[in-house]
């Protein structure tokens, strides 16, 4: 489990992007990924301090229970359970991509803030996007000798408010973010139809010691599935 100290603020105001994949010659069979980022309380840790197969179980079954979307459901039914329980809707891209594209999404948060001029006043400011807050992944997969699995390779940085830089004479927490950055690089074989947990964060508010699990948790399936699934309702 990683551990990290973060503004509550991290969790809202966030923009998505759905980066265009660089293409390919490829003419295989599309896939269409779904990807849910969402927050729950600490306490659906019980008590363990690391990202274990049981915790990773427990987690997974906390989120089955909140009933997430099928592909042409909205998403609107399971952020209302999800908050009732404590915990925090935060982005819901589909993507659809070939494999051997790379390709990925962006979440930006655009955080103001404050800087002092040499005049005295202060002026309100704007993060620059490639260093602002925010999570962005990116993926390429390919097909297996096994048609119920493909073979995902994945990069995923996360980007949180650690601090805010002190203003000369203010009290308030309103100076410039400091960030701090996360990154984790992975292969997975990715079951079909089938949610798997991405990644787990937990969270902590320096200001109240409390705890948040930050999930990303994806599901896969082909284009000609999808069809099929939406054809049937």
């Known amino acids: 489990m990683r551990k990290l100290i973060l503004i509550i603020t991290f969790l809202v105001g966030l923009s998505f992007t759905n980066m265009e994949p660089a293409r390919t010659a490829n003419d295989n069979e599309r896939y269409v990924f779904q990807v849910i ?6 306490d659906a840790l019980s008590g363990q301090s690391e990202l274990n197969s049981q915790v990773q179980q427990e987690l997974m079954e906390r989120f089955q229970s909140y ?7 909205s998403s609107a039914g399971f952020s209302e359970r999800l908050h009732s329980a404590g915990g925090r809707f935060i982005s819901y891209p589909t993507i659809t991509t070939r494999p051997g594209d790379l390709t990925g999404a962006e979440l930006v948060m655009d955080p103001q803030y404050f800087e002092k001029g040499d005049d005295g006043r202060f002026e309100l400011k704007y993060m620059d996007p490639r260093e602002a807050p925010g999570m962005s992944l990116k993926f390429v997969y390919s097909e297996m000798d096994d048609s119920r699995y493909i073979e995902f390779d994945y990069s995923l940085e996360i980007r949180v408010i650690e601090s805010r830089e002190q203003l000369p004479g203010v009290m308030f927490d309103v100076g410039k973010p400091i960030v701090q950055k996360f990154s984790s690089d992975e292969v997975r074989n990715l079951e079909q ?8 964060y937990e969270l902590s508010e ?8 930050l999930m990303i948790v994806l599901k896969v399936r082909s284009e000609a599935e999808v069809r099929r699934i939406v054809a049937e309702r």
């Open 37 to 42: 980022s969402f927050t729950l309380p600490g």
């Open 67 to 73: 009933g997430p979307p099928g592909v042409v459901e």
């Open 193 to 200: 139809g089938k949610w798997l947990l991405l990644e787990a």
């Open 206 to 213: 320096k200001s109240t010691g409390k705890s948040d699990i």
